[in-house]
């Protein structure tokens, strides 16, 4: 309960306890007998009254046996009369009239209440902060050194950001160092990267080691529904600044507030533009901020203004990536720290294990890993703990209790062997981690695929058999059934996606020649890709088609051979899947090689991760966006990506179609992460297995996912 809350609350129990006491005070308490006035007259008839106290129009009296009784009578001239004729001592007296404290209360009481409870509203309207009548203060709150823990020790991973914010604390704290030399001291940092890389934790670090005021918001907290607020709030948190100066200013997702100005459907947002421009002549207006220094962070640096971002507000764009296989391991070290581990907890290895993955995957894989080492009651984590944690978070947790019929479990079996088999005998795939036909998540299989080091560029030949391993599900369930289901729709949908890129994209066609085809048209305010430009001919586009379509039919008949040539490994495969539901690389290497596979333990645990398993990311089958990243293929041509960042989505993705990503892509239907030096998805993203049998597709980031993004 809040402070007003507390205080309302107080004021409605004093209010009431008022009340009460008023009610007892104006009802006396009377010990007499209460008698009608019909029955007074008839006794004072009789006899039986001896004498009465005549109060006004109350009658208190006594009868011949001694019992008093009271009785309220009417305005009647013949009364005293009567009482005389009958020879009733009569005593008269002045009404009574109550005392004057409560003559006062009965008379203010109204008013004083009215009065209190002006005054209680008026002290909350002006208490500033969340109250009525602050609402054009700003809501930043400062934190001083005292309050903040977190310093750059606890930050790993981003070096190079961590550099620049170190610079922005020296400026503060030594200025003289650099202005003697003809320096200025930048205006604004603005912290760049995917959700989860840890922009928010280095602003937070910064607080604790600045050693001067630091202010917090959010980019949602400047405008709400009243009209001027955002401006209003935007100037009070620079007047607060100055107050406070030399200080820092942390905004965060300042998207929210900084969008490009009128765009989008039904034009501009007056009121969000308004505080835009208020934030915008705060920076770098008439007035100078000298000693205020604002940091800002956002994951859509696409859709700012151009004026928020040019030099002299923005001075620094800082980019915070996902980590590379050293900044992993150091992040890992730091989720460790206070996390007993066992002796074969190896951390360099599940850095390997992990490419493509934020700080914030890191820090949910090790809280998973150590609440299954809860569950079993174990003192210290495992590896087995860490394998586990993150098979539940790529792919999700298996559902045991959706029982499939021995026909389904045959064709998911023979599905996720014709990926494998693919994978295992293409030169430069992935090394695959593990095949599982226990439903996880959405999906009913998967096949895991895990490079063996963080890559950037992609060739035009390993795209080539990504499409091989695509439809290896596909030609599988041709060769083994004769038939063909739904399970495969996903895979014939991210490989229609990766060959339409190799096309249009990366100029992998020799019809169409290093030739970009359509152009894409952005509506920043829907912070989406809304419509696709055609800039190309009909003969252009029927090319296209035909080049789209001839790489998948290359592929298909491709993998047709592969798999005929090999059918007693798949079906080696196949039948080892039906028995254990899960294999890894190395079970797969002895079928192919016709050897037995070691002695199986039916027990729950986590099967153990062959040869350089552990050293990637992984792929669910069913998640549309995920499309199989490039490994690093013997060949010259290399797809080196342009734009920077790539993304990842609910599992591991390669920008839905094996290359590189722009920040914020609109087609990703996951988190995006951005890796630093211009390289895609560093996951070998390639899970391959079947959709549901209903024709849903098993896509873990679909419409009906019930599982949260990471």
């Given at each position: 309960?809040?402070?007003?809350?507390?205080?309302?609350?107080?004021?409605?129990?004093?209010?009431?306890?008022?009340?009460?006491?008023?009610?007892?005070?104006?009802?006396?308490?009377?010990?007499?007998?209460?008698?009608?006035?019909?029955?007074?007259?008839?006794?004072?008839?009789?006899?039986?009254?001896?004498?009465?106290?005549?109060?006004?129009?109350?009658?208190?009296?006594?009868?011949?046996?001694?019992?008093?009784?009271?009785?309220?009578?009417?305005?009647?001239?013949?009364?005293?009369?009567?009482?005389?004729?009958?020879?009733?001592?009569?005593?008269?007296?002045?009404?009574?009239?109550?005392?004057?404290?409560?003559?006062?209360?009965?008379?203010?009481?109204?008013?004083?209440?009215?009065?209190?409870?002006?005054?209680?509203?008026?002290?909350?309207?002006?208490?500033?902060?969340?109250?009525?009548?602050?609402?054009?203060?700003?809501?930043?709150?400062?934190?001083?050194?005292?309050?903040?823990?977190?310093?750059?020790?606890?930050?790993?991973?981003?070096?190079?950001?961590?550099?620049?914010?170190?610079?922005?604390?020296?400026?503060?704290?030594?200025?003289?160092?650099f202005t003697r030399l003809g320096g200025r001291i930048p205006k604004g940092v603005l912290l760049v990267g995917p959700p989860g890389t840890g922009k928010t934790l280095?602003?937070?670090?910064?607080?604790?080691?600045?050693?001067?005021?630091?202010?917090?918001?959010?980019?949602?907290?400047?405008?709400?529904?009243?009209?001027?607020?955002?401006?209003?709030?935007?100037?009070?948190?620079?007047?607060?600044?100055?107050?406070?100066?030399?200080?820092?200013?942390?905004?965060?997702?300042?998207?929210?507030?900084?969008?490009?100005?009128?765009?989008?459907?039904?034009?501009?947002?007056?009121?969000?533009?308004?505080?835009?421009?208020?934030?915008?002549?705060?920076?770098?207006?008439?007035?100078?901020?000298?000693?205020?220094?604002?940091?800002?962070?956002?994951?859509?640096?696409?859709?700012?203004?151009?004026?928020?971002?040019?030099?002299?507000?923005?001075?620094?764009?800082?980019?915070?990536?996902?980590?590379?296989?050293?900044?992993?391991?150091?992040?890992?070290?730091?989720?460790?720290?206070?996390?007993?581990?066992?002796?074969?907890?190896?951390?360099?290895?599940?850095?390997?294990?992990?490419?493509?993955?934020?700080?914030?995957?890191?820090?949910?894989?090790?809280?998973?890993?150590?609440?299954?080492?809860?569950?079993?009651?174990?003192?210290?984590?495992?590896?087995?703990?860490?394998?586990?944690?993150?098979?539940?978070?790529?792919?999700?947790?298996?559902?045991?209790?959706?029982?499939?019929?021995?026909?389904?479990?045959?064709?998911?079996?023979?599905?996720?062997?014709?990926?494998?088999?693919?994978?295992?005998?293409?030169?430069?795939?992935?090394?695959?981690?593990?095949?599982?036909?226990?439903?996880?998540?959405?999906?009913?299989?998967?096949?895991?695929?895990?490079?063996?080091?963080?890559?950037?560029?992609?060739?035009?030949?390993?795209?080539?058999?990504?499409?091989?391993?695509?439809?290896?599900?596909?030609?599988?369930?041709?060769?083994?059934?004769?038939?063909?289901?739904?399970?495969?729709?996903?895979?014939?949908?991210?490989?229609?996606?990766?060959?339409?890129?190799?096309?249009?994209?990366?100029?992998?066609?020799?019809?169409?020649?290093?030739?970009?085809?359509?152009?894409?048209?952005?509506?920043?305010?829907?912070?989406?890709?809304?419509?696709?430009?055609?800039?190309?001919?009909?003969?252009?586009?029927?090319?296209?088609?035909?080049?789209?379509?001839?790489?998948?039919?290359?592929?298909?008949q491709r993998c047709r051979r592969l798999l005929e040539e090999n059918i007693d490994a798949l079906h080696a495969i196949a039948g080892a899947l039906l028995e254990r539901?899960?294999?890894?690389?190395?079970?797969?290497?002895?079928?192919?090689?016709?050897?037995?596979?070691?002695?199986?333990?039916?027990?729950?645990?986590?099967?153990?991760?062959?040869?350089?398993?552990?050293?990637?990311?992984?792929?669910?089958?069913?998640?549309?966006?995920?499309?199989?990243?490039?490994?690093?293929?013997?060949?010259?041509?290399?797809?080196?990506?342009?734009?920077?960042?790539?993304?990842?989505?609910?599992?591991?993705?390669?920008?839905?179609?094996?290359?590189?990503?722009?920040?914020?892509?609109?087609?990703?239907?996951?988190?995006?992460?951005?890796?630093?030096?211009?390289?895609?998805?560093?996951?070998?993203?390639?899970?391959?297995?079947?959709?549901?049998?209903?024709?849903?597709?098993?896509?873990?980031?679909?419409?009906?996912?019930?599982?949260?993004?990471?």
């Amino acid at each position: 309960m809040n402070q007003f809350s507390r205080n309302l609350l107080l004021w409605a129990l004093i209010s009431l306890a008022m009340v009460v006491l008023f009610n007892l005070f104006n009802q006396p308490y009377s010990s007499q007998q209460s008698l009608a006035y019909s029955d007074f007259l008839a006794q004072v008839d009789r006899g039986e009254v001896k004498d009465v106290r005549i109060q006004g129009h109350k009658i208190f009296g006594q009868n011949q046996s001694g019992q008093s009784f009271e009785t309220y009578a009417p305005n009647d001239p013949a009364l005293v009369n009567h009482l005389l004729e009958r020879n009733v001592g009569i005593k008269a007296e002045a009404p009574e009239e109550p005392p004057l404290a409560m003559s006062l209360l009965i008379s203010w009481f109204p008013m004083l209440l009215l009065i209190g409870v002006w005054i209680f509203f008026m002290r909350q309207m002006q208490g500033g902060g969340g109250k009525a009548m602050s609402f054009g203060r700003s809501r930043a709150r400062m934190m001083t050194q005292d309050q903040t823990k977190v310093t750059f020790a606890d930050v790993a991973g981003v070096d190079e950001a961590k550099e620049e914010l170190a610079e922005v604390v020296e400026f503060l704290s030594n200025p003289r160092k650099f202005t003697r030399l003809g320096g200025r001291i930048p205006k604004g940092v603005l912290l760049v990267g995917p959700p989860g890389t840890g922009k928010t934790l280095l602003a937070r670090a910064v607080a604790g080691e600045a050693g001067v005021p630091f202010f917090s918001i959010s980019g949602s907290d400047f405008v709400e529904m009243f009209v001027g607020v955002g401006a209003s709030r935007v100037r009070d948190l620079f007047t607060q600044g100055k107050k406070n100066a030399p200080c820092l200013i942390f905004i965060d997702e300042i998207d929210a507030v900084g969008r490009q100005r009128g765009a989008g459907l039904g034009g501009g947002h007056d009121e969000r533009e308004q505080t835009l421009n208020q934030l915008l002549v705060e920076m770098d207006g008439f007035e100078s901020n000298e000693g205020v220094i604002l940091i800002a962070a956002t994951n859509r640096p696409d859709v700012l203004d151009p004026a928020l971002l040019r030099p002299g507000r923005f001075d620094r764009q800082v980019v915070v990536s996902t980590p590379d296989l050293r900044g992993r391991q150091r992040i890992l070290e730091v989720h460790t720290r206070r996390t007993p581990l066992d002796r074969d907890v190896n951390i360099e290895v599940l850095a390997k294990g992990t490419p493509g993955f934020s700080g914030a995957d890191l820090e949910n894989l090790v809280n998973e890993a150590a609440l299954q080492a809860a569950k079993l009651n174990k003192e210290v984590l495992s590896m087995a703990d860490f394998e586990y944690a993150k098979d539940k978070v790529l792919m999700g947790k298996e559902r045991r209790s959706l029982i499939l019929s021995d026909e389904e479990k045959r064709i998911t079996a023979y599905h996720e062997a014709g990926h494998a088999l693919a994978a295992k005998k293409l030169p430069g795939s992935d090394p695959v981690h593990k095949v599982s036909i226990i439903p996880r998540g959405r999906a009913l299989g998967v096949t895991m695929q895990l490079p063996e080091e963080d890559r950037h560029g992609y060739s035009r030949t390993y795209l080539r058999n990504n499409l091989v391993v695509l439809l290896g599900g596909r030609v599988a369930e041709e060769l083994v059934m004769n038939e063909i289901t739904t399970g495969a729709g996903n895979d014939i949908e991210r490989a229609s996606k990766m060959a339409r890129k190799m096309v249009c994209e990366w100029g992998m066609s020799e019809a169409i020649g290093p030739q970009a085809i359509g152009e894409h048209e952005e509506e920043v305010f829907l912070g989406r890709e809304w419509g696709h430009s055609s800039m190309v001919s009909e003969e252009t586009s029927r090319l296209v088609d035909a080049e789209i379509k001839g790489l998948l039919e290359e592929a298909r008949q491709r993998c047709r051979r592969l798999l005929e040539e090999n059918i007693d490994a798949l079906h080696a495969i196949a039948g080892a899947l039906l028995e254990r539901e899960t294999i890894s690389g190395d079970d797969i290497d002895l079928l192919m090689e016709g050897r037995p596979l070691p002695p199986f333990n039916p027990s729950g645990k986590p099967v153990p991760s062959g040869s350089a398993a552990s050293s990637g990311s992984v792929r669910d089958e069913a998640d549309p966006a995920h499309q199989s990243a490039p490994s690093a293929a013997q060949e010259e041509e290399f797809v080196l990506s342009a734009e920077e960042p790539t993304d990842r989505a609910d599992d591991t993705t390669l920008d839905e179609g094996g290359g590189a990503g722009q920040p914020g892509d609109p087609k990703r239907e996951g988190k995006g992460d951005i890796l630093g030096n211009g390289a895609a998805r560093e996951s070998s993203d390639a899970n391959f297995g079947r959709s549901m049998p209903d024709g849903r597709s098993m896509d873990s980031s679909g419409p009906d996912d019930d599982r949260q993004p990471r």
